[in-house]
């Protein structure tokens, strides 16, 4: 068995929660073994212009509808269980997800003293699938890593085979209403800027909002002023900052679009919550034609994520907050500035320690691999 805590015991948003269980699915597939998932609670993160009187009626659905689950909303294949017994003797526990990463004795016996071991690991410890099979219980008890990918050390085959297995895909009625939004919008890009909390948590790490950058930075990305962009966003209050962002482009909030446009359709959903919300703006912005998220962002990371899975598109751009500058270039164009095998081994700015490794990028699925 497998005992696996939601990150943060679920004290966190609905993107924390996927990125949390699909891991814990991965990890069961890889493993072999039945899981049991706990503190899987509604996430703790309504949008704050919800709550406002400029928009409080009329977004008063998503704070008053039952509150989803992650599990209720995704259809992924599993072997979860809902009881377990955690005495026994014969059991390892681990925390820190993000300092480690898992492979085979075979990987280990033909690749463990070589400088791609090295290169993967970037200082973490590699721990073997026969090691974790030795015990009867395998307990994780932080479980914080943004997708898998960066933590398999696996022969192509196999890792793709296993990151198949959690690609996300959501109940059919959420994928069918996203499937009509992309049909009736043609071709669009679009941009996730996050602003609330961001500002607070990561101002003293030179996140801030440069109007006048992000402009410079946007006008260089969409090249095509006549393609109109679609905009995720937590900061709907901010409309002056947008047009000023965006000056020069046809602009439509997402969540705007699906209330103004969709919102019976909106209301015959299962569930009605802002979770879901979240999950029609994700699935859009993954469809788009180009797309600019919020570094640091688990929401621009699963839709970095659903766009590799569905699209193939493994592009990445970022509003140049103050550490991402540093690898924008005069054609603003994020460059990488050190070598290395692997997509982490290049830009530092991503991965400085094994936090960041794990938590705030979402790494090209194909770097993640080799052909062995």
Not at 39 to 66: H, K, N
Not at 97 to 114: E, H, I, W
Not at 140 to 149: G, I, R
Request: hydrophobic share 40%.
């Amino acid at each position: 068995m497998i005992y696996f805590e939601n990150a943060s015991h679920g004290n966190e948003g609905f993107n924390t929660h996927l990125m949390s269980y699909t891991f814990c699915v991965s990890f069961s597939n890889f493993l072999d073994r039945d899981f049991y998932f706990d503190f899987e609670i509604p996430c703790s993160t309504p949008p704050a212009f919800a709550f406002e009187d400029e928009y409080r009626e009329r977004f008063r659905i998503l704070i008053e509808s039952p509150r989803s689950l992650v599990s209720d909303l995704i259809v992924l294949p599993n072997r979860r269980r809902f009881e377990i017994d955690r005495e026994v003797e014969n059991k390892v526990s681990y925390q820190l997800l993000y300092s480690y990463f898992a492979t085979t004795q075979a990987m280990k016996d033909v690749l463990g003293q070589t400088l791609m071991w090295d290169y993967f690991g970037c200082g973490r410890i590699g721990l073997t699938r026969e090691e974790f099979n030795s015990y009867d219980l395998v307990e994780w008890t932080h479980s914080k890593l943004v997708h898998p990918s960066c933590f398999y050390f696996l022969p192509r085959k196999e890792k793709e085979d296993l990151l198949r297995s959690i690609e996300i895909k959501f109940i059919d009625s959420i994928e069918k209403l996203a499937a009509r939004v992309v049909e009736e919008l043609g071709v669009f890009n679009a941009v996730h800027l996050r602003l609330g909390d961001f500002l607070k948590n990561y101002a003293s790490d030179e996140y801030r909002v440069d109007a006048a950058r992000f402009k410079v930075y946007v006008n260089a990305t969409f090249e095509d002023h006549a393609v109109p962009i679609l905009i995720a966003t937590d900061g709907l209050a901010e409309k002056r900052l947008f047009e000023q962002i965006f000056d020069g482009y046809k602009i439509a909030f997402m969540d705007e679009v699906v209330f103004d446009n969709y919102y019976d359709d909106y209301k015959r959903l299962e569930f009605t919550d802002f979770n879901v919300l979240s999950i029609l703006n994700e699935l859009v912005c993954a469809s788009s034609l180009t797309f600019i998220g919020t570094y640091r962002s688990t929401f621009t990371s699963m839709i970095h994520r659903m766009r590799q899975e569905r699209y193939g598109k493994r592009d990445f751009n970022f509003f140049p907050d103050g550490r991402v500058a540093r690898l924008v270039n005069k054609d603003q164009k994020i460059q990488q500035d050190t070598s290395g095998f692997f997509d982490w081994n290049r830009y530092s700015v991503f991965s400085e320690d094994h936090n960041s490794l794990a938590w705030m990028r979402e790494w090209d699925f194909d770097r993640t691999s080799l052909d062995l």
